[in-house]
């Protein structure tokens, strides 16, 4: 079969299958592109001869499509995904920061970035780097240590072996990230003959992997000498389709479940043994158990500083872990006892071996008594201080109580992340979306847009501050070009209100965190007259002007109702913070300064320094 390089790639890419549980799913759902003479010719005339083979979707940034492909892969439990491809140069580059964020939260993106002439025949080319200590390194290299799978395609016999290999990480549960392959412009537009076989149907299995016996009786063994226990729900609850599982696993033995950011849904708020988030953004119930805890079982959490408060939250002077985990390289973190397996598997082996083992009464009696004293916390926070402009609190309670049970929040920076973690009551476990492995501002609109492409039948909130709007919200027109809708709620605070609250906690004194003019003395004057809603408006959505609580609530029920992508702009107070979750975040502090207010976070700091602990 004599094809282009890039025309086998789009028709291997258009048949390849997941499957999980006897059920399959196209993997690549389509393919995001900014097109510009390193892949013009190549990648778009192969997706235009395609015929919609494999879809096409035009973005207009390139780190901002990586970002929408992550989100959809994450809302598809990582069953599926989209590929992006772009020019070379800086349309290249641009994708990095994407590549990083779906690396570290282990979501699978195909990018195929352009690359120079391969035959080298005109070097250099336009917007070609040349390094004097190679003629074979490329921009594309930046893309080494951000990918889970990289490789460079110079001749067309080498995309076969590129093809099979990116799928086997793309489809692992325990490898997948970012797959990278680099495609010469040169070689995109060339010819070779293709055995028919490469182009056959192809359905790639997700296996879920069963815990080895042995370190099955290890862990059971320490939970039926725990008196405390606590589970620790991170993203692979939800990935493997645990959720069921774990709520039986919970009811039958009595063991509170806590939540890290990916795992949130893993049980309903207000199911009986769920504690809400743990760690840094955590609740205090789940802190306060987590601190006597002597048992803790995470299950497909990665432990991030988050999630352990930097090490200082399982102050239990004997605890142990268990980490089930499809990846070794988790589970045998914090040096627990490592059951590498399918959470789902997992879960129901602990359940079958535990049978007729429950914690303590009295315990089960706690874990309510502090999950109803927080329930008190968020209502207040909820309510609100009846005052202009509201509190962020306000805001996330009111898009919580209008949302429906099974819509999406999705964010990722900033001080939103925090109370979300902490206050959002999630009743499905894919109807929280936040980004937290890589923070990244400007993820919010763009995940958004994945999301939504992803589960079109739920309504999607997009909370996005004004700092991480102003970094990306280009992918509106996106969504309003395909016809895709969302709710994008743009929370106005005039500046970087997380930073702001940190910088002042470190002794920094909010320094570079208000977007101010600058007068003769700083950046301290009066706020920028930015008009962040106009700006909304000029990318093509629709825009509502909210002013305080009640105008935001009618606002968004407009919202809700109208058919087109719709951004609320809201004002909200920066200094009103939410409810504390007394735990630690470890970010040092200046050792010596003429400033007081940083010799007083030092000094504050080395005390909580104290309460970090290695566990070995």
Same mark, same amino acid.
């Not at 929408?68 to 290249?92: E, K, Q």
């Not at 490469?198 to 725990?226: I, M």
């Not at 069921?244 to 207000?270: F, H, I, R, Y």
């Not at 999607?460 to 027109?477: I, N």
């Given at each position: 079969?004599?094809?282009?390089?890039?025309?086998?790639?789009?028709?291997?890419?258009?048949?390849?299958?997941?499957?999980?549980?006897?059920?399959?799913?196209?993997?690549?759902?389509?393919?995001?592109?900014? &097109?510009?003479?390193? $892949?013009?010719?190549?990648?778009?005339?192969?997706?235009?001869?395609?015929?919609?083979?494999?879809?096409?979707?035009?973005?207009?940034?390139?780190?901002?499509?990586?970002?929408?492909?992550?989100?959809?892969?994450?809302?598809?439990?990582?069953?599926?995904?989209?590929?992006?491809?772009?020019?070379?140069?800086?349309?290249?580059?641009?994708?990095?920061?994407?590549?990083?964020?779906?690396?570290?939260?282990?979501?699978?993106?195909?990018?195929?970035?352009?690359?120079?002439?391969?035959?080298?025949?005109?070097?250099?080319?336009?917007?070609?780097?040349?390094?004097?200590?190679?003629?074979?390194?490329?921009?594309?290299?930046?893309?080494?240590?951000?990918?889970?799978?990289?490789? =460079?395609?110079?001749?067309?016999?080498?995309? +076969?072996?590129?093809?099979?290999?990116?799928?086997?990480?793309?489809?692992?549960?325990?490898?997948?990230?970012?797959?990278?392959?680099?495609?010469?412009?040169?070689?995109?537009?060339?010819? &070779?003959?293709?055995?028919?076989?490469?182009?056959?149907?192809?359905?790639? =299995?997700?296996?879920?992997?069963?815990?080895?016996?042995?370190?099955?009786?290890?862990?059971?063994?320490?939970?039926?000498?725990?008196?405390?226990?606590?589970?620790?729900?991170?993203?692979?609850?939800?990935?493997?389709?645990?959720?069921?599982?774990?709520?039986?696993?919970?009811?039958?033995?009595?063991?509170? !479940?806590?939540?890290?950011?990916?795992?949130?849904?893993?049980?309903?708020?207000?199911?009986?043994?769920?504690?809400?988030?743990?760690?840094?953004?955590?609740?205090?119930?789940?802190?306060?158990?987590?601190?006597?805890?002597?048992?803790?079982?995470?299950?497909?959490?990665?432990?991030?500083?988050?999630?352990?408060?930097?090490?200082?939250?399982?102050?239990?002077?004997? !605890?142990?872990?268990? /980490?089930?985990?499809?990846?070794?390289?988790?589970?045998?973190?914090?040096?627990?006892?490592?059951?590498?397996?399918?959470?789902?598997?997992?879960?129901?082996?602990?359940?079958?071996?535990?049978?007729?083992?429950?914690?303590?009464?009295?315990?089960?009696?706690?874990?309510?008594?502090?999950?109803?004293?927080?329930?008190?916390?968020?209502?207040?926070?909820?309510?609100? =201080?009846?005052?202009?402009?509201? @509190?962020?609190?306000?805001?996330?309670?009111?898009? $919580?109580?209008?949302?429906?049970?099974?819509?999406?929040? *999705?964010? @990722?920076?900033?001080?939103? +992340?925090?109370?979300?973690?902490?206050?959002?009551?999630?009743?499905?476990?894919?109807?929280?979306?936040?980004?937290?492995?890589?923070?990244?501002?400007?993820?919010?609109?763009?995940?958004?847009?994945?999301?939504?492409?992803?589960?079109?039948?739920?309504?999607?909130?997009?909370? *996005?501050?004004?700092?991480?709007?102003?970094?990306? @919200?280009?992918?509106?027109?996106?969504?309003?070009?395909?016809?895709?809708?969302?709710?994008?709620?743009?929370?106005?605070?005039?500046?970087?209100?997380?930073?702001?609250?940190?910088?002042?906690?470190?002794?920094?004194?909010?320094?570079?965190?208000?977007? =101010?003019?600058?007068?003769?003395?700083?950046?301290?004057?009066?706020?920028? +007259?930015?008009?962040?809603?106009? /700006?909304?408006?000029?990318?093509?959505?629709?825009?509502?002007?909210?002013?305080?609580?009640?105008?935001?609530?009618?606002?968004?029920?407009?919202?809700?109702?109208?058919?087109?992508?719709?951004?609320?702009?809201?004002?909200?107070?920066?200094?009103?913070?939410?409810?504390?979750?007394?735990?630690?975040?470890?970010?040092?502090?200046?050792?010596?300064?003429?400033?007081?207010?940083?010799?007083?976070?030092?000094?504050?700091?080395?005390?909580?320094?104290?309460?970090?602990?290695?566990?070995?």
């Amino acid at each position: 079969m004599r094809l282009t390089v890039a025309q086998a790639l789009v028709r291997f890419l258009s048949v390849q299958f997941s499957e999980r549980d006897g059920v399959e799913r196209r993997f690549f759902a389509g393919c995001f592109g900014i &097109f510009g003479h390193g $892949n013009v010719a190549g990648m778009g005339q192969a997706l235009l001869e395609s015929g919609g083979g494999l879809p096409y979707f035009m973005a207009r940034n390139e780190q901002a499509m990586v970002h929408a492909a992550a989100g959809f892969a994450r809302m598809s439990d990582r069953l599926s995904t989209l590929a992006c491809t772009t020019s070379i140069g800086p349309g290249a580059t641009n994708m990095v920061t994407g590549a990083a964020l779906a690396t570290v939260n282990r979501l699978p993106v195909l990018l195929l970035p352009g690359d120079i002439f391969a035959t080298r025949a005109a070097s250099p080319v336009l917007q070609e780097l040349e390094d004097g200590r190679s003629l074979d390194v490329s921009v594309n290299d930046c893309f080494k240590p951000v990918s889970r799978y990289w490789d =460079r395609i110079n001749r067309a016999e080498q995309l +076969p072996g590129a093809l099979l290999a990116a799928m086997r990480v793309l489809t692992d549960p325990a490898e997948t990230g970012a797959v990278t392959l680099a495609l010469p412009q040169d070689v995109q537009a060339e010819a &070779f003959d293709w055995p028919e076989e490469l182009f056959a149907r192809r359905v790639w =299995r997700v296996a879920r992997a069963v815990p080895e016996p042995a370190a099955l009786r290890e862990a059971v063994g320490l939970l039926r000498g725990a008196e405390r226990p606590l589970v620790v729900a991170g993203g692979g609850v939800i990935y493997s389709g645990a959720v069921e599982e774990l709520g039986v696993l919970a009811e039958a033995t009595g063991v509170p !479940v806590a939540e890290t950011q990916a795992g949130k849904g893993s049980l309903a708020w207000d199911h009986r043994c769920s504690v809400g988030a743990v760690g840094a953004t955590g609740t205090t119930a789940a802190n306060a158990l987590a601190r006597e805890a002597d048992v803790v079982v995470g299950i497909g959490t990665r432990y991030s500083d988050f999630t352990t408060a930097s090490h200082s939250l399982f102050a239990h002077p004997s !605890v142990r872990f268990v /980490n089930i985990n499809v990846a070794r390289a988790d589970a045998v973190k914090l040096g627990g006892v490592s059951v590498v397996a399918d959470a789902r598997e997992a879960i129901r082996a602990l359940g079958e071996a535990l049978d007729g083992w429950s914690v303590p009464e009295s315990y089960r009696g706690e874990v309510r008594e502090r999950a109803e004293r927080w329930n008190g916390v968020v209502d207040a926070a909820f309510g609100g =201080r009846q005052g202009t402009p509201p @509190a962020q609190t306000e805001i996330i309670g009111i898009v $919580n109580a209008e949302a429906g049970p099974r819509d999406v929040v *999705v964010c @990722a920076a900033g001080s939103m +992340p925090g109370d979300l973690h902490k206050l959002w009551r999630a009743r499905d476990p894919k109807g929280y979306h936040v980004e937290y492995g890589y923070s990244c501002m400007g993820y919010e609109i763009a995940g958004g847009l994945g999301v939504k492409m992803a589960a079109p039948d739920r309504e999607v909130f997009v909370l *996005v501050g004004d700092g991480s709007y102003l970094m990306m @919200a280009q992918e509106l027109t996106t969504a309003v070009a395909e016809g895709i809708k969302l709710v994008v709620v743009l929370v106005q605070n005039h500046g970087y209100a997380s930073i702001g609250n940190l910088s002042e906690s470190v002794g920094a004194q909010r320094f570079g965190t208000r977007h =101010r003019l600058r007068t003769p003395t700083g950046l301290d004057g009066d706020p920028i +007259p930015v008009d962040l809603a106009a /700006n909304a408006a000029s990318l093509g959505a629709d825009v509502i002007r909210a002013e305080g609580a009640d105008g935001f609530r009618k606002a968004l029920r407009q919202a809700i109702a109208s058919p087109r992508t719709t951004v609320v702009h809201v004002e909200t107070d920066p200094l009103a913070a939410g409810p504390s979750s007394e735990a630690w975040w470890d970010v040092p502090v200046a050792e010596v300064s003429e400033l007081d207010d940083t010799r007083q976070a030092r000094a504050h700091y080395d005390d909580s320094k104290k309460t970090q602990r290695r566990y070995l």
